[in-house]
């Protein structure tokens, strides 16, 4: 475990420079989740780290563990996907460091609730992600971008890092309907400044 966060944390600083800053929250039942805060180039990225420390797996899909009752199920703690989220935001609007916990919550969550974060996913916290957002949930985006997926050695999985992109109330439902690829269109279309920490929805009529 301890390995490969040394390998994604050198991954992030190769991409996104130095953390000026880092904090650790820690849940009842998880491991430590740290977030890493990069600032420069007028905007502020933040990375979870602690997250990819273990493979994320659907227990509804788990095969029961040799000699345990059919209804007990055990993670693979090789195979399965494994991951760190990102959020980017442009400062100076809002206390846009609060995130800081919502976005550790969001990747205890394979822990906590067992649910495999992946691509066009939606993910909610039930509260906003600073004081002042219009958000509580976001959009997992595609990994490669910003950060360059980390490939581990054989049989373990590549370690992906997927951006978060936040959602309003109103954006959440109708790409439960129209699917995340649609709404990104939308947001493309009409030039949506997704690192806003305080803007309005996109236009869905």
Known sequence: MSDVLALVEARLRTALGEPDARAAVTFLGTDRIEVLRF????????????????????????????????SVVFADPVAGPRAELLITLRPGRADIDK????????????????????????????????????????????????????????????????????????????????????????WLAQGTDLRDPLRGGADLT
């Not at 919550?105 to 992600?129: F, H, K, N, R």
Request: hydrophobic share 45%; glycine share 12%.
């Open 99 to 186: 995130v800081l916990r919502p976005l550790a919550v969001l990747a205890a969550s394979p822990q906590v609730e067992g649910v495999v974060v992946a691509p066009g996913a939606s993910l909610d916290t039930g509260e906003p992600l600073w004081p002042g957002a219009g958000f509580t949930s976001v959009l997992v985006a595609a990994s490669g971008g910003l950060v360059e997926d980390l490939e581990l050695d054989a049989p373990l999985d590549p370690v992906r890092f997927l951006p978060l992109l936040p959602m309003t109330p109103n954006e959440a439902a109708w790409k439960r309907v129209h699917g995340a690829e649609a709404l990104q269109e939308r």
């Open 39 to 70: 600032a420069g180039d007028g905007v502020v990225r933040y990375a979870t780290l602690g997250m990819s420390a273990h493979p994320m797996t659907d227990p509804a899909g788990a095969a029961p563990g040799l000699g345990a009752p059919p």
